[in-house]
Nanobody
Framework: QVQLVESGGDLVQPGGSLRLSCTAS????????MGWYRQAPGKQREFVAR???????TYVESVKGRFTISRDNAKNTVYLQMNTLKPEDTAVYYC?????????WGQGTQVTVSS
């Protein structure tokens, strides 16, 4: 098993930036996918971004060109750099990791984009 702890959520104005972090309680092999999802009020949780290895990344269309996912295996951490934030990016952001033993989730961090 593994525990995931997200941080970095905040209130930010439209056009602003935030960097979310998700740190695992143990080392995660780079071939295991790590990702970010989000859930806005009244909506289902949706996929945002995923990384496998160091450079194989996938994004939902709505964040392409604005968000960047990366990972630092030495720190057991995956990041989500979010630029040019929009009000519709407001949500609770969750990270996850897929291991042979199952899929694990963090507790979420709130991102609010508002003026």
């Amino acid at each position: 098993q593994v525990q995931l702890v997200e941080s970095g959520g905040d209130l930010v104005q439209p056009g602003g930036s935030l960097r979310l972090s998700c740190t695992a309680s143990r080392s995660i092999p780079s071939f295991n996918p790590m990702g970010w999802y989000r859930q806005a009020p009244g909506k289902q949780r949706e996929f945002v971004a995923r990384i496998i290895g160091e450079t194989a990344t996938t994004y939902v269309e709505s964040v392409k060109g604005r968000f960047t996912i990366s990972r630092d295996n030495a720190k057991n951490t995956v990041y989500l750099q979010m630029n040019t934030l929009k009000p519709e990016d407001t949500a609770v952001y969750y990270c996850n990791v897929i291991l042979s033993s199952g899929t694990y989730w963090g507790q979420g961090t709130q991102v609010t984009v508002s003026s």
